[in-house]
């Protein structure tokens, strides 16, 4: 392997080696950081942000930004919750279906009528916040018990998170789509050179259709798993959640123009971010020093920035990271 | 010097070129005109208008099976229209077009491809991120149970690569490789779906001599195996090498096809620019006879620059208060020296002496604060800023030495630009009037009036009067002379040989990248400067400079 190799290989995995280095000093340092109930409940937790990262990562790859997945989200836990009572199947479609109504709307906006998808999605962001609001009367809307509803984002399936399962049920799907079929594929060369996609004859349009379409779709997934795991729908949730895939996404090597992406390096990224969170935490709990909210907030921005920074440098010596097969 | 050092390169070039062309001459003569009778592609008649304007009238346009077609003409000539108007890109307005034996209707790219015509554009137009099977089998993905076989599609693209003998690690992105490696996969992509008919638009543009041999036996080899091209190129000598046959275009029309055997490269380029050989009487310009004693000393001399193979070894200088002109065909090279010139780009050889010193300018306001004021070729994205105003746009360049403190002083830039839509005739509402909405030739006015509120000691004019109604024409034409009677030193580029030969009080011609003669006012007639651009040298050479 030659150098520059060894350093492009470097700078797509310096995530997961980012990642692997974070979880080695938490397990170091904190008695339960490796514990069931620890591992469980970060997983549990931040498998929300994972199906979110992973349609964001989706309409990244393609030069594109999808800014309503939050409040997509809220919106799909106000409406799963509303469902729940007629079982928990009806609430999960419910659910999603609102996720892919405003997955429709932004496609359209993006790809019939040309409008920027910063614009749009950002309209559509307020759009679905508003909406949320409205369907739940400005407070939670409670789940129903009975139905069950409240086991997908509960319950364990052979000693691990259903939403985890979900998570990883998804991720495989995104990495077979991207990697082993013709749209997957289409959503790099969009992303590389839409314009050269076009004169080769593909369908650019109905690719950035079908992404945006995803990315509501997963972001409903994630708000069915918010209402079943809190037991109500939150309409005010989904706030920053979009700006946390974003960073999930770029963390992971995926270029914002588009065109070089990663669906596995997007789940390191995701873990990266939601462990980083979970240390923070158990340093708070040592006592040593008390971190607010705030501090955490400035810690993680930091944190950020050196692994974008580490990135950026990395690559740049070597090349673009493509994916061997 | 010059001279001699330039036609010996040129004869270097042409000696490579014969020694490639050589082997089977007896072999592209008899397909070449075994074909003739049988057209794979022929279009009657072709009319296309853009918002009225035509931009094709009665172009005609044939080609035959197995033969390489070359098509040429000056800039807005029609060539890119007649090969969007082929490829479905534009719909035409009027004629008809038959493909194959059969009427061809397609109103897409995509549908041309699928029928047989593959086009490869100047800019390769491929996705640089991804791996080079990517790139070849985009849209056209091998299977296996519904899911992507990448063992096989790397395979194919292997395979198509190695018929043109190209080696290269398929799993690599694209943008890894150099420019030519780049070609051929474009061109394999091409193809790779199974064309009739291949277009190549300036495929030449971005490769140096040993990938264009290289191109070069593709084409012959595309030729042996019954493929048509199109080959779009400005540089004449390459036609000779590999084409049967050419069509000239001038002003939407097909003025000219003959076999490359029958026609020398004079006769190209007459017919290119639409010059009897004979030179007209009476002045087609507004440049009137110039007083000549007003010419002062050398300003700028430029000695062997060159960048890459655009710009190879270009000399020469501009004198205060006269107006030197670069003549030559598209691609000669003479933007990119006036980029040199003006620091947008760095020569990697030669030097410049401005104003008795040497001159070496790393970035444009290295030029300007020298004294030099640069109109682009192309006014609408280098040039204007459409949205802002004729004051705004007049004093973009200025602002840096009105606002000495960083406040601007709006009283003098109010006389300034007040002088100037006074002085330069810019018919506008007012200084407050959007450029957007004024006309060419009253845009290319406040980009004047931009470079002389600099107070300019030497100007360089690029096309100064392209995309510019006649009569508007003309006043450009009298402004530039009164400017270079007033002492500026001007450096104007022009494809229209008239205003070059009529404005100039020299005339320097490019070639290739190579500044292959220099002529007098008096020397400067069509034929001697068209005899220069088409073979680099003249029947009446002018010595070395003063």
């Not at chain 2, 002083?409 to 957007?436: H, M, N, Y």
Request: proline share 3%; glycine share 10%.
């Amino acid at each position: 392997m030659t150098r520059p190799r060894l350093i492009s290989l470097l700078g797509s995995y310096g995530v997961v080696l980012a990642l692997l280095l974070l979880i080695l000093f938490g397990w170091a340092r904190y008695d339960y950081f490796v514990g069931l109930f620890n591992i469980t409940s970060v997983l549990r937790y931040n498998s929300m942000f994972a199906l979110v990262a992973l349609g964001m990562c989706f309409v990244i790859m393609t030069g594109g930004i999808d800014l309503s997945v939050g409040s997509t989200a809220a919106l799909g836990s106000v409406v799963a919750a509303l469902a729940s009572p007629q079982g928990a199947w009806i609430g999960l479609g419910a659910g999603v279906g609102a996720g892919l109504c405003v997955g429709l709307i932004n496609a359209i906006l993006v790809t019939r009528l040309k409008i920027m998808p910063f614009v749009a999605t950002l309209a559509m962001m307020l759009a679905a916040s508003g909406t949320a609001l409205l369907l739940a009367d400005n407070q939670s809307v409670s789940v129903s018990y009975e139905s069950g509803f409240t086991s997908i984002g509960q319950d364990n399936f052979i000693g691990f998170p259903i939403p985890a399962w979900i998570a990883i049920m998804t991720y495989v799907v995104g990495w077979v789509v991207l990697n082993f079929t013709s749209t997957g594929r289409g959503v790099l060369a969009v992303g590389g050179n839409e314009d050269a996609t076009r004169l080769m004859g593909l369908p650019a349009d109905r690719i950035k259709f079908l992404v945006y379409l995803a990315s509501g779709g997963l972001a409903g997934l994630a708000g069915v798993i918010l209402a079943s795991q809190f037991g109500a729908g939150q309409p005010i949730e989904g706030v920053g959640w979009e700006l946390f895939a974003i960073a999930a996404v770029v963390v992971g090597g995926t270029l914002l123009t588009g065109g070089v992406g990663s669906v596995g390096a997007t789940l390191a990224g995701v873990l990266l971010l939601g462990i980083l969170f979970n240390v923070l935490n158990f340093e708070n709990g040592k006592g040593w020093i008390s971190l607010s909210a705030y501090w955490q907030s400035v810690i993680r921005g930091l944190f950020l920035l050196v692994v974008v920074i580490l990135q950026a440098k990395l690559s740049s010596r070597g090349s673009v990271a493509v994916r061997d097969y | 010097m010059i001279l001699r050092l330039a036609s010996a390169l040129i004869g270097r070039w042409l000696f490579f070129g014969i020694s490639i062309a050589m082997p089977e001459p007896s072999d592209a003569f008899r397909i070449g005109f075994a074909m003739n009778t049988d057209n794979l592609l022929s279009m009657t008649a072709i009319d296309k208008r853009f918002a009225g304007i035509p931009a094709l009238s009665g172009a005609s346009f044939a080609v035959g099976r197995g033969e390489v077609h070359a098509l040429i003409g000056q800039n807005g000539a029609g060539k890119s229209t007649l090969i969007k108007v082929l490829t479905g890109y534009y719909k035409r307005d009027a004629g008809e077009v038959v493909f194959d034996g059969k009427p061809f209707e397609v109103s897409s790219p995509q549908q041309a491809q699928a029928s047989g015509i593959s086009t490869i554009y100047q800019e390769i137009n491929l996705v640089p991120y991804r791996s080079i099977t990517e790139n070849i089998c985009l849209g056209r993905e091998a299977r296996r149970c519904g899911l992507l076989d990448w063992k096989r599609m790397h395979q194919e693209a292997e395979a198509l690569l190695q018929r043109f003998n190209v080696r290269a690690d398929v799993r690599r992105p694209l943008m890894e490789f150099n420019t030519a490696t780049q070609q051929m996969v474009a061109i394999a992509r091409a193809i790779g779906f199974s064309a009739k008919l291949v277009i190549m638009d300036e495929p030449t543009s971005s490769l140096d001599e040993r990938e264009v041999a290289v191109l070069f036996n593709v084409i012959r080899q595309l030729k042996q195996e019954g493929v048509s091209v199109v080959f779009v190129s400005h540089k004449l000598d390459e036609l000779y090498e590999v084409c049967d046959r050419v069509t000239i275009m001038r002003d939407g029309r097909t003025v000219k096809t003959a076999a490359m055997n029958e026609i020398d490269k004079i006769g190209l380029v007459s017919a290119m620019l639409g010059r009897a050989i004979e030179r007209a009487e009476g002045h087609a310009t507004a440049f009137s006879d110039r007083d000549e004693k007003k010419i002062g000393k050398v300003l700028l001399s430029a000695e062997n620059l060159a960048i890459n193979q655009i710009v190879q070894d270009v000399s020469f200088n501009v004198r205060s208060g006269e107006i030197a002109g670069f003549a030559g065909l598209l691609g000669a090279g003479r933007t990119e020296t006036a980029r040199l010139v003006f620091g947008i780009d760095r020569p990697r050889a030669g030097t410049m002496i401005f104003n008795g010193q040497t001159f070496d300018p790393n970035k444009p306001s290295d030029a300007i604060a020298a004294g030099m004021g640069f109109c682009t070729e192309d006014r609408k994205s280098e040039g204007i800023v459409p949205d802002m105003s004729v004051a705004e746009n007049m004093m973009l360049a200025l602002m840096p030495k009105l606002s000495k403190s960083g406040v601007i002083d709006e009283k003098a830039q109010r006389d300034i630009v007040e002088r100037f839509i006074r002085q330069l005739g810019i018919k506008c509402s007012g200084p407050d009037q959007k450029v957007r909405e004024l006309s060419g030739g009253n845009q290319q006015k406040v980009l004047l009036g931009r470079w002389l509120a600099m107070n300019p000691r030497l100007l360089i004019l690029d096309e100064p009067t392209r995309g510019i109604d006649v009569g508007a024409k003309a006043e450009i034409q009298a402004l530039i002379k009164t400017l270079a009677d007033q002492g500026l030193a001007v450096l104007m580029i022009s494809s229209e040989l008239e205003e070059v030969i009529e404005g100039a009080d020299r005339v320097f011609v490019l070639r290739e990248g190579i500044s292959v003669a220099e002529f007098d006012r008096d020397e400067a007639t069509e034929d001697a400067v068209m005899s220069a651009m088409a073979h680099g040298s003249a029947p009446t050479v002018a010595g070395a400079a003063p």
